[in-house]
């Protein structure tokens, strides 16, 4: 019995520093004042998403968090598919994230908003190898959860997830179908049918469940025909999440519905366009 107790006491001492780093200041991406003379949107995108990022005097480069420099473009006019391999960090902006709950604009092929993703670039933004990933994952348990998803404590997206996690418990019963048993969150691997590391491996992504949101190689799609799907995703949690700075891939022309992926540099870049338009 007395081991018991000195356990139980380890545990709620142990509880205590948890429930203290629960408490955390989220960002709201879709509110987030935005800069009145932003000039390039991609780039203004970044540097608010990612204070740490700065450009080269001639814009050609950036550098993360003091790093090594990565070309912002490479110039070349890739087609779709190239662009998915090997895209620069500003072909990952070339399809504009669409705000709306509306899913048209996935019927256009290849339209796949946040799908492009510099390998040099999210190594640097979130860990070059799985060990380095590792070691800033946590599990968030919280409602409506009805299991963990692990994800980095990096750049606050714990935080974000549990902020939008919050949204979507108070906007009622009709959220809980998806997050019901999610289908996970860090995942070192690679993209299935490519050898391109998924937004899983950094500890970015999180997939609610699947019963929710079909995946396009799962439902019979082809590369460039993905075709259209029956959405069971609800806006609430759609929107909750982007709110938070997490995509959707239920938008995307190669639909993955399940998945959402913390790229508020999309959300800002979107909302920037936006502001742009006469
Ligand atoms: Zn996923």
Known sequence: MALFLRVLALVLLGAAPLAAKGACTAIDYRALPLPAAPGDPARAALRLAYPDIAFSADGAQLSVGGGAPIPWD???????????????????????????????????????????????????????????????????????????VTVTTRRNVAC????????????????????????GGFNWRVIAGTDRLSAHSFGIAVDLDPATGPYWRWSGGRQGAAGGYDNRMPQDVVEAMERRGFIWGGKWHHFDAMHFEYRPELILHARLVAGRRP
């Open 74 to 148: 490479d110039g070349a006019d890739l087609a779709p598919a190239e662009r998915l391999e090997r895209g620069s960090v500003r072909a990952q902006f070339h399809d504009p994230y669409p705000l709306a709950f509306d899913l048209a604009a996935r019927s256009v092929p290849w339209n796949d908003p946040g799908r492009v993703r510099n390998d040099t670039f999210f190594r640097a933004l979130w860990g070059a190898t799985r060990d380095e990933v590792r070691a800033h994952l946590v599990a968030v348990a919280d409602p409506p959860l009805g299991a963990p």
């Open 160 to 183: 974000q997830l549990r902020a939008a996690l919050a949204e979507a418990a108070r906007a009622g019963p009709g959220t809980a179908e998806a997050f019901r048993a999610p289908g």
